[in-house]
Nanobody
């Protein structure tokens, strides 16, 4: 079964940096748009950044200039480089991808989430 595996969360002080990664696993024909979302306690899940297979990117206004999304099309891994982190960035970060698994149709897929905590 196709799935997304994330890594890279943790605890960091304000002003620090973290890098998240997300890789699809399983029998997959193709991978389309990929993205990072986040959800803080009591808040709705929100888009942080996304990237197409053609490497076009889009960012939430709150992270523009601090976060960078990138993609390695050789293995469809995406990264989220997060710099100058602020306490408001504290959330569970979720990878999202539009996958075409073998024998199935295109479907929206979510990772399990990774916690990012920004605190002194």
């Amino acid at each position: 079964q196709a799935q997304l595996v994330e890594s890279g969360g943790g605890l960091v002080q304000p002003g620090g940096s973290l890098r998240l990664s997300c890789t699809p696993f399983g029998n997959i024909v193709a991978v389309g748009r990929m993205a990072w979302y986040r959800q803080a306690p009591g808040n709705q899940r929100e888009l942080v950044a996304d990237i197409t297979a053609g490497l076009s990117t889009k960012y939430a206004a709150s992270v523009k200039g601090r976060f960078t999304i990138s993609r390695d099309n050789a293995n469809d891994t995406i990264y989220l480089q997060m710099n100058d982190l602020k306490p408001d960035d504290t959330a569970v970060y979720y990878c999202n991808a539009y996958l075409w698994p073998v024998g199935e149709s295109w479907r929206d897929t979510w990772g399990q989430g990774t916690q990012v905590t920004v605190s002194s």
